[in-house]
């Protein structure tokens, strides 16, 4: 499957990179109902919350993010498109962890008179986010580039999400993260020939970071009732989930070339993201995706190469009105798999809450 070109990163000045184009695909920066949230009951939950609260006091990774010696070398030698790719994969990176230590860190001082328990954790985990978008800035400083947070903090626009809505995307953005950073550190693993730079050899603690979040999110989640023991938070649940898939699917075969060049299969790496996220859900959620279905990665799939076809328009040079009546066609094609998928049979797990680990 083709992948779209990676442009040349645009510059705010020299070696400050100006943040990618806001797009549904882009990491997104969230603000919510804060009162709503500090008023939560927690105590169906807490000994659980309570548990994860002690590990991230623990900090298991506070020695972990130090650049050491094999760093410190020139890395011109990854040029042309996996270069331009492997920019963009630490600047989305960065900029999806950035988002979430600002959320935590806003979460935490809100909460803090109200809610100690989730204060305390919200400020520990934007702990380690901000760790893991510093670490990221300083890779893309060895490519002569960084971002400048400061500035995305103040020009970067601000989605509202309700509190549910916040805790059903985090609690997925935490688990399917941990999925992409440990498949892909298994493989550095077992192919060192594709070991192009030393950020992978991290990733095996790191994602235990994501790990640990999305256990946090999963108690909060379990412990609204609301969330998951009704028809409409099923619905929610479903959508969720297919987002989150679907984000997922089109923006690494958007990126193929960057995983190509690691030796990574996009197509099965995104599969098995998908399926292994997909299967952590069912501990939290009332049910999930039929992966299995044949309809399922295939309609995907078609959503994907659509997406890069609209991609090729949007760089095309024809005039506006061609390009909206050559998008529209794909658009609705997108939308009409993405409902034919979300209105497949779920799995039902909350029937096999006892047996789900």
């Keep these: 499957m083709a992948n779209l070109h990676t442009p040349e990163p645009e510059l705010l000045k020299p070696g400050i990179k100006a943040p990618v184009q806001e797009t549904l695909l882009t990491p997104r920066f969230y603000t919510t109902d804060f009162e709503a949230i500090a008023q939560m009951d927690i105590s169906a939950q807490e000994p659980e919350l309570l548990a994860v609260l002690e590990e991230l006091r623990a900090d298991y990774n506070r020695h972990h993010f130090v650049r ?49 328990i989730l204060a305390e954790a919200f400020l520990l985990m934007s702990r380690d ?31 509202f999400f309700p509190p549910e809505w916040v805790i059903y995307t985090v609690y997925l953005s935490e688990k399917i993260g941990y999925w992409r950073y440990i498949l892909v550190y298994r493989h550095m693993e077992a192919h060192p020939e594709h070991q192009i730079y030393p950020l992978f050899r991290y990733f095996e603690s790191w994602c235990q970071d994501e790990n640990r979040h999305g256990d946090f999110f999963k108690a909060l989640l379990r412990s609204q009732p609301q969330l998951w023991n009704n028809w409409k938070s099923r619905l929610w649940v479903r959508f969720f989930l297919l987002t989150v898939f679907a984000t997922h699917t089109l923006t690494v075969f958007e990126r193929a070339t960057f995983y190509e060049s690691i030796g990574i299969n996009p197509r099965e790496y995104n599969t098995k993201v998908i399926e292994e996220t ?42 506006k009105i061609i390009k909206l009546v050559q998008k529209l066609p794909l658009l609705l094609s997108i939308i009409w798999n993405l409902l034919r998928i979300y209105l497949l049979k779920p799995i039902d797990a909350e029937s096999s809450r006892a047996t789900v680990s």
Aim: charged share 25%; aromatic share 12%; glycine share 4%.
């Design 68 to 116: 050491g010696s094999e760093f410190e070398q020139c890395w011109d030698s990854i040029d042309g498109e996996t270069r331009r790719s492997f920019i963009d994969f630490l600047e989305r990176s960065c900029t999806s962890e950035f988002s979430g230590f600002l959320l935590f860190k806003e979460l935490s001082r809100r909460l803090k008179e109200q809610n100690p």
């Design 129 to 159: 986010e901000a760790r893991h978008a510093g670490f990221l800035n300083k890779s893309m400083a060895d490519f002569n580039l960084s971002l400048n947070l400061s500035y995305l903090t103040k020009n970067r626009t601000y989605t």
């Design 278 to 319: 997909n299967n952590t859900a069912a501990r939290a959620f009332p049910l999930t995706l039929n992966t299995n279905h044949p309809e399922f990665f295939s309609r995907l799939e078609k959503c994907s190469e659509n997406n890069l076809k609209l991609g090729e328009i949007n760089v095309s040079d024809r005039p």
